[in-house]
C-alpha cells in the first residue's frame, strides 16, 4: 500500500501544490528504496503489521530528500538510526506470505 499525496504532505506539512508532481515522484522513490533494502518487500506489504511499520521509514525518507534538494551534503543528513533500526525490523521481523498483524 503505498502513501498517498495527502498523507506525505500533510506530513511535510506543505498546502501548496507547486511540488505535487515531485512528491509523487518521492513516493515512488521512498516505496523503492526500501524494496532493494529488504527482501520479499511486495510480499511483506501484505502483511497489515509491516504496512504500519514502514509508514515511517519513507516518510522520512520522503521527507530527507524533498528537504535536501542540493548536490552538497552535510554529515548530519544520513539516515538516523531509529530509521536504520525500522528498516532493520522489516527486514527480518516479518515472513514474507504471513497477512496477519
Known sequence: ?????EEVK??????????DVFIQDL???ADEKLRN???DYDLKMTNEGFVKISKIPRLAIIQHIYD??????KEDTKINKIIQSFMTQMQYCYDAGDTSV
Open 10 to 19: 500533510n506530513y511535510l506539512q506543505i498546502d501548496f501544490a507547486y511540488d
Open 27 to 29: 513516493i515512488s522513490i
Open 68 to 73: 535536501n534538494r542540493g548536490y552538497t551534503t
Open 1 to 5: 500500500m503505498s502513501l498517498t499525496l
Open 37 to 39: 533494502s529488504i527482501d
